[in-house]
């Protein structure tokens, strides 16, 4: 099973790579139309290569994951690498799925590139398998614990990208990108659905927290940048919703929440704590 796990990894980062490749081919191929003012397809046979590919990666680190789950018995909680195949999951998929819904190849491709250099980091902290230690025994709450941290890191990736372009399509009106209503709209939306999972995250992991360590909350340098990662969302919803926030200062303020994200993620290498990753 471990061999099986490994080469769908080695072939995830392959199929990430094909599949940006395939987009930024496409991209070219458009972009040469329009210069020369040909007709430009809709959709060509490199986007559709490059969604296939996409599709197949996503399957691929599925199969992963659920290799590692069968090998250990549980999800992928245990260490800094199943983390990060899981968190890498959940960017491709919400990619994806937000590609399908508006037709956002830029959003899509810069989400790939995130998700690959993940895919590498996980590759380089591979870990073989290990028995839990006592505090990951409750098996199936740090499974919806870590279930809420890859939606709500997927979909919150993809509203970062989103509030990227927007700022660069508010400055330079770009005609390879979305308008900016649309990419402010995504960036909403990602949030809709990512800070409830968020919020999710923490409540789940203080009951954890409370189980392992006999306390809901302890200031550990992870909790706490948990915690100013969903101060930060809380208030983009806040100013978005009761004082019409939108368009660039709502951008920064998702740029610094998924900034917070990536602290959270790698704080603990900085700061230690009793999180194990």
Same mark, same amino acid.
């Given at each position: 099973?471990?061999?099986?796990?490994?080469?769908?990894?080695?072939?995830?980062?392959?199929?990430?790579?094909?599949?940006?490749?395939?987009?930024?081919?496409?991209?070219?191929?458009?972009?040469?139309?329009?210069?020369?003012?040909?007709? +430009?397809?809709?959709?060509?046979?490199?986007?559709?290569?490059?969604?296939?590919?996409?599709?197949?990666?996503?399957?691929?680190?599925?199969?992963?994951?659920? %290799?590692?789950?069968?090998?250990?018995?549980?999800?992928?909680?245990?260490?800094?690498?199943?983390?990060?195949?899981?968190?890498?999951?959940?960017?491709?998929?919400?990619?994806?799925?937000?590609?399908?819904?508006?037709?956002? %190849?830029?959003?899509?491709?810069?989400?790939?590139?995130?998700?690959?250099?993940?895919?590498?980091?996980?590759?380089?902290?591979?870990?073989?398998?290990?028995?839990?230690?006592?505090?990951?025994?409750?098996?199936?709450?740090?499974?919806?614990?870590?279930?809420?941290? +890859?939606?709500?890191?997927?979909?919150?990736?993809?509203?970062?990208?989103?509030?990227?372009?927007?700022? +660069?399509?508010?400055?330079?009106?770009?005609?390879?990108?979305?308008?900016?209503?649309? !990419?402010?709209?995504?960036?909403?939306?990602?949030?809709?659905? %990512?800070?409830?999972?968020?919020?999710?995250?923490?409540?789940?992991?203080?009951?954890?927290?409370?189980?392992?360590?006999?306390?809901?909350?302890?200031?550990?340098?992870?909790?706490?940048?948990?915690?100013?990662?969903?101060?930060?969302?809380?208030?983009?919803?806040?100013?978005?919703?009761?004082?019409?926030?939108? %368009? +660039?200062?709502?951008?920064? !303020?998702?740029?610094?929440?998924?900034?917070?994200?990536?602290?959270?993620?790698?704080?603990?290498?900085?700061?230690?704590?009793?999180?194990?990753?």
């Amino acid at each position: 099973m471990d061999n099986l796990e490994t080469i769908s990894l080695v072939l995830s980062i392959a199929g990430v790579i094909l599949s940006i490749a395939f987009f930024l081919l496409s991209f070219i191929k458009k972009r040469k139309q329009a210069a020369s003012e040909d007709t +430009v397809s809709g959709k060509s046979g490199l986007d559709m290569a490059a969604n296939i590919a996409v599709i197949i990666t996503i399957l691929l680190v599925t199969v992963a994951i659920i %290799g590692r789950a069968i090998e250990t018995g549980h999800g992928p909680f245990s260490n800094m690498y199943e983390f990060a195949l899981a968190f890498s999951w959940g960017i491709i998929l919400a990619g994806f799925i937000f590609h399908l819904r508006y037709k956002t %190849g830029a959003i899509l491709n810069i989400s790939l590139i995130i998700a690959l250099l993940l895919l590498i980091f996980a590759r380089v902290q591979y870990a073989p398998p290990n028995s839990l230690i006592p505090a990951l025994q409750q098996s199936a709450l740090l499974s919806a614990h870590v279930a809420s941290a +890859v939606v709500a890191y997927g979909t919150l990736t993809i509203g970062f990208v989103a509030a990227i372009l927007y700022l +660069v399509q508010n400055k330079y009106n770009s005609s390879w990108l979305p308008e900016p209503e649309v !990419l402010d709209n995504i960036t909403y939306k990602s949030v809709i659905i %990512g800070f409830p999972f968020l919020t999710l995250l923490i409540v789940l992991g203080a009951l954890w927290a409370d189980i392992a360590w006999g306390r809901y909350w302890g200031w550990d340098p992870k909790e706490t940048a948990s915690l100013v990662t969903w101060l930060i969302y809380a208030a983009y919803m806040h100013t978005r919703l009761l004082k019409g926030w939108k %368009g +660039v200062r709502a951008s920064i !303020l998702l740029i610094a929440g998924f900034l917070a994200i990536v602290f959270t993620f790698f704080g603990n290498y900085i700061f230690g704590g009793l999180h194990s990753y």
